[in-house]
């Protein structure tokens, strides 16, 4: 499999948990039962495990270490943020408000991410100002 096409899964993937992150933070602060459905508890872990295995394979592919590209140790230090946050909004939140706190500063990690990403610099979107 080519560059593109794995690329392209890891992006696709990080769209999809972002879309599902964002249902299932939704419904844990509006406490929906919504949230115990069979496919809500399995699809975002396999969405999840492509994305990382995507990429993964795009750092071997390109031979790309976060030890000599610091973009892509802050990618992999915001998604540890980003694991544990989200399991604030989505698990482990006692409240409502701090479950939406938590799915606001998830989502937020997450767009850091992708800055980093975008950019190839661990300033992520700030590197542009």
């Not at 929906?32 to 809500?40: D, F, K």
């Not at 492509?50 to 915001?78: D, E, I, N, S, Y």
């Not at 408000?97 to 991410?113: E, G, K, N, Q, T």
Request: proline share 4%; hydrophobic share 60%; no cysteine.
């Amino acid at each position: 499999m080519g560059y593109f096409f794995i690329k392209h899964i890891h992006m696709t993937a990080a769209g999809l948990s972002l879309a599902l992150f964002s249902l299932r933070a939704w419904w844990s602060v509006r406490e929906s039962p919504q949230l115990q459905r069979r496919w809500v508890k399995i699809l975002p872990h396999l969405i999840d495990t492509v994305l990382l295995a995507a990429g993964v394979t795009l750092m071997f592919m390109l031979r790309a270490w976060p030890t000599q590209h610091p973009w892509l140790a802050a990618k992999l230090v915001g998604l540890v943020a980003y694991i544990v946050i989200g399991t604030l909004a989505i698990k482990r939140g006692k409240t409502s408000s701090i479950r939406a706190v938590a799915s606001l500063v998830a989502i937020a990690i997450f767009l850091y991410i992708v800055g980093a990403a975008l950019s190839h610099h661990p300033w992520s979107w700030w590197m542009r100002f």
